[in-house]
């Protein structure tokens, strides 16, 4: 049996934009594409969504855990190289989706165990826990449990894990403050436990992320820094400007 990671971009959007593109063909060809205002604003839609439909193949291509890039696997990866855990340690993955970054940080660490939480629910309908809990066994990872939860209220006391870890999760959340989210992250972090945090964490997302850093500093975190993703060892610059991932680090960091 071989683990199933999905894609992170759903199939599912690939063929909304498809039928989008199909029904405004089909109303633009009834009302006649050059005959009337409504038949050229339809044909406009029509040449957007197909548009955004061959810019969503080739984001699929690219995440690919079985295609050439492999992007998906490669940041998963990466992001687990960052985290170390003691003998009998744990450690929690926020947002694990598909189980994938969960899974890689338990393999490399097969002496600690590894939390892996998520809502999972309608917006991502292809992730569950069932399937994290498949690629476990697929993977032959024991040492790894998943609950559901939510990002923005962790359901564990203050300085619980040995490290964190995240992959591309706290974008997705609607917020005005998702420094406050990554506060909730790290609340439940030993003293003395490392983090490893992968986002885009542009201006307009997070706002100032230097200002973060040093108020981490202050509260007296050992070490913080910020890791550009996007300048060719993880994600090309190119792939980052295409792909909407501009703005890609890793805030890694200990306790």
């Given at each position: 049996?071989?683990?199933?990671?999905?894609?992170?971009?759903?199939?599912?959007?690939?063929r909304?934009?498809?039928?989008?593109?199909?029904?405004?063909?089909?109303?633009?060809a009834l009302l006649?594409?050059w005959?009337?205002?409504?038949g050229?604003?339809?044909?406009?839609?029509?040449?957007?969504?197909?548009?955004?439909?061959?810019?969503?193949?080739?984001?699929?291509?690219?995440?690919?855990?079985?295609?050439?890039?492999?992007?998906?696997?490669?940041?998963?990866?990466?992001?687990?190289?960052?985290?170390?855990?003691?003998?009998?340690?744990?450690?929690?993955?926020?947002g694990?989706?598909?189980?994938?970054?969960?899974?890689a940080?338990?393999?490399?660490?097969?002496?600690?165990?590894?939390?892996?939480?998520?809502?999972?629910?309608?917006k991502?309908?292809?992730?569950?826990?069932?399937?994290c809990?498949?690629n476990?066994?697929?993977?032959?990872?024991?040492?790894?449990t998943f609950?559901?939860?939510?990002?923005?209220?962790l359901?564990?006391?203050?300085?619980?894990?040995?490290?964190v870890v995240s992959?591309?999760?706290?974008?997705?959340?609607?917020?005005?403050?998702?420094?406050?989210?990554?506060?909730?992250?790290?609340?439940?972090?030993?003293?003395?436990?490392?983090?490893?945090i992968?986002?885009?964490?542009?201006?307009?997302k997070?706002?100032?992320?230097?200002?973060?850093?040093?108020?981490?500093?202050?509260?007296?975190?050992?070490?913080?820094e910020?890791?550009?993703?996007?300048?060719?060892?993880v994600?090309?610059?190119w792939e980052?400007?295409?792909?909407?991932?501009?703005?890609?680090?890793?805030?890694v960091?200990?306790k």
């Amino acid at each position: 049996m071989k683990p199933d990671y999905q894609n992170w971009m759903p199939v599912w959007m690939v063929r909304l934009a498809g039928g989008a593109a199909a029904v405004c063909l089909a109303a633009s060809a009834l009302l006649g594409a050059w005959n009337s205002a409504a038949g050229c604003v339809l044909l406009f839609c029509a040449a957007a969504a197909v548009c955004a439909g061959g810019w969503m193949i080739c984001m699929r291509r690219t995440f690919s855990y079985h295609g050439k890039r492999q992007l998906s696997k490669h940041i998963i990866e990466t992001v687990a190289t960052h985290v170390t855990l003691p003998d009998g340690g744990v450690g929690l993955d926020v947002g694990c989706g598909s189980g994938a970054l969960t899974i890689a940080c338990a393999k490399r660490n097969p002496n600690a165990t590894f939390v892996g939480v998520d809502p999972w629910g309608d917006k991502y309908p292809t992730f569950s826990r069932s399937l994290c809990e498949q690629n476990a066994r697929a993977e032959n990872a024991s040492n790894v449990t998943f609950v559901e939860g939510d990002a923005t209220a962790l359901a564990f006391p203050d300085e619980t894990f040995d490290a964190v870890v995240s992959n591309y999760v706290y974008h997705n959340i609607p917020s005005k403050d998702r420094q406050a989210i990554l506060l909730e992250t790290l609340r439940v972090l030993k003293k003395g436990g490392t983090f490893a945090i992968h986002d885009i964490f542009s201006k307009s997302k997070y706002g100032d992320m230097r200002s973060f850093i040093r108020k981490l500093r202050d509260m007296g975190y050992e070490s913080v820094e910020l890791i550009d993703t996007t300048g060719g060892r993880v994600i090309t610059k190119w792939e980052a400007v295409w792909m909407g991932l501009s703005g890609s680090a890793l805030l890694v960091g200990k306790k």
